[in-house]
C-alpha cells in the first residue's frame, strides 16, 4: 500500500493565475503569452440543475465598456453601481438551448477584488461576480450555447477564457479548474460568436465516484487529520493506573478501545460535514485550521499523561465536529442541490474513512506489537513529543499566517511518510524481538537462580 | 512522576520555541573549509579569450566531498603559459558536492592555453583557459555579410554551452517566441544580456547593430534606448525589468548561403530579421514600446526613442480632413495593439477597416508614407529602401484607421495620442502597423506607448 501524503492545505489554492497557465500550458507548450491588458476569467460549477459561474473582471476593462468613470475608486464600485452592473451584466450574458426560449440569469452575488495578471507587473481591482444559469425544464446543462459578450463588446482586444471548474457528473471536482475555450472576437469576421459548451456525458455514478477519490485524496493530502487520530490512537492499548499509563491492557482490551475511537471520530466528523456541505453554518477557515492544531496537540498531551481516559470518545467526538467541518470546506463551492448533494456527501465520507482505514490498518498494528513491549513507553513519550512540537507549529503557523521552522519541518518530514511507517513497522519488530528476548534471559536467570538456591 | 510529565510538555514547548526563535543563525562555525577531490579536468570556462583583448569570465571547478563550512575569496592567481590574466576564488559556501568558482580577468599576452594552478580544501589541480589568436575582423565585410561575420565574431567568444543556447532551429514555434512582456527567457529563447560577460555582450549588440539603422532614435539607438528604459522600471518597481533581461537569439545557422533568423529584444521591444541566401527577405514582427515616454538621463539628455513615431502617426492623421478623420474613425475601444502575440487569435482581420489611402489628400498620403518609414527605416538602410519601395507601390490599397482620438481634430497633431486607448492602424496588403496609448502600468497616472509592426506575407516567412 502506497501512501504518498502532501503538506496539508484545504485552503483554496486556485487563483486567476491557474487558468492563465493551463490555457499556456494547454496551447503553447513551454511559453506563456499572457496580454498586457488583463482578460475576464470564466469559471463554471455544473451539476445537474444549474451551471454556476465566476466572473473575474478586470475594472480597467470594464471601465471601457460600462462607460462609467469606475476607476476613480474602485473599492466602492459595487456600492456605487451595485443595480446598473447587474443590469449591464443581464443585457450581455445569455445562455440558452433554444434562442427564443432562453435560461434565467441570476446574479447572486458581487464583490470587488485585487486580482494581479502574470507576468505584468502590479495588481489591478477586478469584479467578482456569482451568477447561476438556470435551464428551463428538462434541458441539459451540459450542452448549451453561451452568448456572452460582457467587455468584449466594446474593447475589441479584450478576451475571457472559460475554465470547468467542478463538473460533478464527470467527477470533475477539484481545485484546479479545466480550461475549455477562450471567448473573444474573431479576426476574421471581427464578431464574437456564441460559445458553445458542451461537456462530455457523466452520470451520478461518476460523479459519486468522484467524490468518493476526492474524499480519499482529501486525508491523504490533509496529515493533520491522520496526525490527529493516530495520535489519539497511540497509549489505547494501554491501562491506567494512579493516573499514569501502566501496560498492555489485552488484545479484546485494545481492539474494543480503538474501534470505539474511530467510530466517535467518524460520526463526528460525518454530522457536521453533512451540515457545512448544506451551508448551514460559515465557520471562518483559518479558525477551524486552528482548532484541528490544537486538537492534535491536546491528543500528543494525552498520549503522555492520560488527560480523558475512558472519556476518548467524547473528545473524538467533539474533535470530529470540528474536523468535519474542515472537511465540508471543499463541498461548499459545488453548489451542489438535492440527490447530488446526498450522494456527494456519502461518496465523499466514504472515501475519508477508506482512506482512514488504510492509514490506522498500516500503522495501529505496530502500536499493539510495541505496546507490549516496556520500550513503548519511551517510543509513545518520544513520538508525542515530537507530534506536540508539530502541532505547536502549525498553530502558530495558522495563526501568524506564516510558515516557521517547525511548520516547515514537518510539512517537509510528512512526504516521507511511506517510509515512516516502514520504519516504524520495523522498528516495532525489532523492539518486539528484544523485549522477547530480554524476557526469556530474565525467565532462564530465574530458572537458574531458582534451581541454585 | 507529575512533574517529569510536567517537565517533559514543557521541555516540547520550550524546545520548540528555541527551533523557531533561532531559525537563523545556524552556521556559526569556525571550521576550515575542506574537499576530498577538485576535477580540474571538469572545469567549466564560460568564455574563450581572445589575443590582446581585455577579458572577463568565470571558471567553474566541481569538487566532491565539501565540509559544508563557508569560505572566504581567495587572492589572485597568475596564469603560466599564456601570462596576463588572473583567477580569483569567489567566497561561497561548500555543499557535499558543487563547483567553486574562479572570476577570471585580465589580458592576455599571447594566444595558446593559460593555465591556473590552485590549491583549496587540501587539494589542487591545474584548469586552462583557451586563448585564440585574433578577434575576427568584420570591418571589410558590408549588409548583410557583415552581420553574418559579426554574429560568428559573437559565437566565438561564447562556451560550447552558450552557443547551443543561442544558436536553436528555425522552426515556426521558435520564430513566435517574441514578447512584449517583461518575462526574460522564459517567453523567449536564447542568451539574456545579463549572463554575457563584458565583451560577449558587445559583440552580442554589435551584431544588433549591423542589422539596423544608425540614427538616431531609429534602429540600434532606440533598441538601446528601450532597452536602457527598463532600468528606469526596475528602479521604480523592480521586479522582472532591467537591460540584463532583453535576449539575443539565432534560429538556423548565421551564414550568407542559407536561412536563419535573428531575435533580438525583451519588454518593450521584440526584433525578428530573416535573412536568406544574403538579402534580408523579413524584418517583422516587430515590437516597440516605452515606459515612460520620455525620461532624462544621469547626462541630462532627454530620453524618447518612440516620440518621432508618435509625432508622424499624429502628423498623419492631422492632415486628414474632418471627413476624413470621420470615415477613418472605427467603432470600438482598443486596450492593446491587435497583433500583439497572445492576443485572441492573432491572425490578421480579413476586412480592412477605415479610410482608403488612395481616397486621401496627395499631403496626407505623404504623411501616411512618412509615417510607415518611422518602423521599417529601423532596419538597416539598403533592406529598409527595399520593403519601403514594396509598401508604397501597395499604397493606395493601404488603409488608415483610428480609435477614441476623442480630442483629436484635424489640423492640430498635439490634439491626437493623448490618453489611454487613442489608437491608430496602418493595413495595407502587406504591411500592418498599430499605436496606441496605454495607462502606465508603473506609472499609472502618465500614458505610455505600444506598437506593432507586421507584415500580412512576410512574417514567419516560408515556416
Known amino acids: 500500500m502506497i501512501l504518498l501524503f502532501k503538506t496539508s492545505s484545504r485552503q483554496n489554492k486556485w487563483r486567476l493565475l491557474f487558468p492563465i497557465l493551463l490555457y499556456c500550458a494547454a496551447l503553447t507548450p513551454g511559453i506563456c503569452l499572457a496580454h498586457q491588458s488583463p482578460n475576464t476569467n470564466m469559471l463554471l460549477d455544473v451539476n445537474t440543475k444549474m451551471v454556476a459561474v465566476e466572473l473575474q473582471i478586470p475594472i480597467p476593462e470594464l471601465a471601457l465598456s460600462f462607460k462609467r468613470n469606475i476607476s476613480e475608486s474602485p473599492a466602492t464600485i459595487v456600492e456605487q453601481y451595485g443595480d446598473q452592473l447587474k443590469d449591464y451584466l443581464k443585457a450581455h450574458i445569455h445562455a440558452y438551448i433554444n434562442k427564443d426560449n432562453p435560461w434565467d440569469v441570476e446574479i447572486v452575488s458581487m464583490n470587488m477584488d485585487k486580482g494581479t495578471q502574470v507576468l505584468s507587473g502590479p495588481p489591478f481591482w477586478e469584479l467578482r461576480v456569482h451568477l447561476n444559469l438556470l435551464p428551463n425544464k428538462n434541458e441539459d446543462t451540459r450542452k448549451f450555447i453561451l452568448d456572452y459578450d460582457v467587455v468584449m463588446h466594446e474593447v475589441i482586444n479584450h478576451t475571457t477564457l472559460v475554465s470547468v471548474r467542478n463538473d460533478w457528473e464527470n467527477g470533475v471536482i477539484t481545485d484546479n479548474p479545466v480550461e475549455v475555450g477562450v471567448i473573444s472576437r474573431d479576426m476574421q469576421t471581427m464578431t464574437i460568436k456564441p460559445f458553445e459548451i458542451n461537456l462530455k456525458k457523466g452520470s451520478s455514478w461518476k460523479g459519486f465516484t468522484g467524490m468518493f477519490r476526492l474524499g480519499m485524496e482529501h486525508i491523504k493530502n490533509g496529515t493533520d487529520h491522520l496526525l490527529f487520530i493516530i495520535t489519539l490512537l497511540l497509549p489505547a492499548c494501554l491501562l491506567v493506573s494512579n493516573k499514569k499509563w501502566t501496560v498492555y491492557g489485552g488484545m479484546k482490551y485494545s481492539i474494543f478501545r480503538l474501534l470505539k475511537i474511530i467510530t466517535a471520530f467518524t460520526i463526528g466528523h460525518s454530522i457536521t460535514l453533512l451540515i457545512g456541505a448544506l451551508g448551514l453554518v460559515k465557520i471562518p477557515v483559518q479558525f477551524i485550521e486552528i482548532i484541528i492544531a490544537v486538537s492534535i496537540l491536546v491528543s500528543a498531551i494525552h498520549a503522555i499523561t492520560p488527560l480523558f481516559y475512558g472519556k476518548e470518545i467524547f473528545i473524538a467526538l467533539g474533535f470530529g465536529f470540528i474536523h468535519g467541518l474542515a472537511f465540508s470546506q471543499t463541498l461548499q463551492n459545488l453548489h451542489l442541490v438535492s440527490m447530488d448533494l446526498a450522494l456527494s456527501v456519502l461518496g465523499f465520507n466514504l472515501g475519508i474513512e477508506a482512506m482512514q482505514v488504510a492509514v490506522i490498518a498500516a500503522t495501529i498494528p505496530w502500536f499493539i506489537i510495541m505496546s507490549q513491549t516496556r520500550y513503548f513507553r519511551i517510543v509513545k513519550n518520544v513520538f508525542a513529543s515530537l507530534v506536540s512540537m508539530a502541532a505547536i507549529g502549525w498553530i502558530l503557523q495558522r495563526v501568524t499566517g506564516n510558515g516557521n521552522l517547525v511548520s516547515d519541518a514537518t510539512d517537509k518530514l510528512l512526504l516521507f511518510s511511506p517510509w515512516l511507517i516502514l520504519g516504524l513497522c520495523l522498528f516495532s519488530l525489532t523492539l518486539f524481538a528484544l523485549a522477547k528476548r530480554t524476557k526469556k534471559a530474565v525467565e532462564a536467570e530465574n530458572t537458574v537462580f531458582l534451581q541454585n538456591s | ?463
Open chain 2, 1 to 463: 512522576m507529575k512533574r517529569k510529565i510536567v517537565l517533559c510538555i514543557t521541555s516540547a514547548v520550550v524546545m520548540t520555541a528555541i527551533f523557531i526563535a533561532c531559525k537563523k543563525d545556524s552556521s556559526s562555525s569556525t571550521t576550515s573549509a575542506t574537499v576530498t577531490a577538485l576535477t580540474c579536468s571538469s572545469a567549466t570556462i564560460s568564455a574563450t579569450a581572445t589575443l590582446n583583448v581585455a577579458y572577463t569570465g568565470t571558471a567553474s571547478i566541481p569538487y566532491t566531498g565539501g565540509n559544508s563550512v563557508a569560505y572566504s575569496a581567495g587572492s589572485a592567481i597568475s596564469s603560466t603559459g599564456v601570462t596576463g590574466l588572473t583567477a580569483t576564488l569567489a567566497a561561497g559556501t561548500l555543499s557535499s558536492s558543487g563547483s567553486l568558482t574562479y572570476n577570471i580577468t585580465g589580458t592576455p599576452t599571447s594566444s595558446g592555453t593559460a593555465s591556473f594552478a590552485i590549491t583549496f580544501g587540501g587539494q589542487s589541480c591545474s584548469f586552462t583557459v583557451t586563448v585564440n589568436a585574433t578577434a575576427t575582423d568584420c570591418s571589410s565585410s558590408t549588409g548583410v555579410a557583415k552581420v553574418v561575420c559579426l554574429a560568428n565574431a559573437f559565437l566565438a567568444t561564447l562556451s560550447t554551452t552558450q552557443q547551443a543556447s543561442v544558436v536553436l532551429t528555425l522552426n515556426l514555434a521558435n520564430a513566435k517566441l517574441w514578447s512584449n512582456l517583461p518575462c526574460g527567457l522564459s517567453c523567449r529563447d536564447g542568451l539574456a544580456f545579463s549572463s554575457l560577460t563584458t565583451a560577449q555582450l558587445t559583440a552580442a549588440k554589435a551584431v544588433i547593430a549591423a542589422a539596423t539603422s544608425t540614427t538616431t532614435d531609429q534602429g540600434y539607438d532606440e533598441f538601446l534606448k528601450i532597452n536602457n528604459t527598463d532600468s528606469v522600471l526596475y528602479a521604480a518597481a523592480g521586479g522582472g525589468y532591467g537591460p540584463g533581461y532583453y535576449v539575443i537569439c539565432f534560429l538556423g545557422t548565421p551564414s550568407t548561403t542559407g536561412k536563419w533568423m535573428l531575435q533580438f529584444g525583451g519588454h518593450h521591444y521584440a526584433g525578428n530579421i530573416t535573412f536568406d541566401a544574403g538579402s534580408v527577405v523579413s524584418i517583422t514582427p516587430s515590437h516597440q514600446g516605452l515606459e515612460p515616454k520620455t525620461w532624462t538621463n544621469a547626462n541630462g539628455t532627454v530620453i524618447a526613442p518612440l516620440a518621432d513615431e508618435e509625432t508622424a502617426m499624429a502628423n498623419m492623421l492631422a492632415s486628414f480632413s474632418s471627413t476624413e478623420l470621420t470615415s477613418a474613425k472605427i467603432s470600438g475601444s482598443y486596450s492593446d495593439c491587435l497583433m500583439i502575440p497572445g492576443s485572441t487569435t492573432n491572425t490578421f482581420p480579413s476586412t480592412k477597416v477605415g479610410i482608403q489611402v488612395s481616397s486621401l489628400s496627395s499631403t496626407a498620403q505623404a504623411n501616411v508614407l512618412l509615417a510607415m518609414a518611422r518602423w521599417v527605416n529601423d532596419l538597416d538602410s539598403t533592406s529598409a529602401a527595399a520593403f519601403m519601395t514594396i509598401y508604397t507601390n501597395e499604397l493606395s490599397s493601404t488603409y488608415v484607421s483610428h480609435a477614441r482620438n476623442s480630442s483629436g481634430i484635424s489640423g492640430s497633431a498635439s490634439s491626437f495620442f493623448t490618453t489611454n486607448t487613442d489608437y491608430v492602424r496602418i493595413d495595407g496588403p502587406s504591411i500592418w502597423i498599430e499605436f496606441i496609448c496605454q495607462t502606465g502600468v508603473v506609472y499609472p497616472s502618465q500614458i505610455h506607448y505600444h506598437s506593432v509592426f507586421r507584415d500580412h506575407s512576410r512574417d514567419y516567412i516560408g515556416l
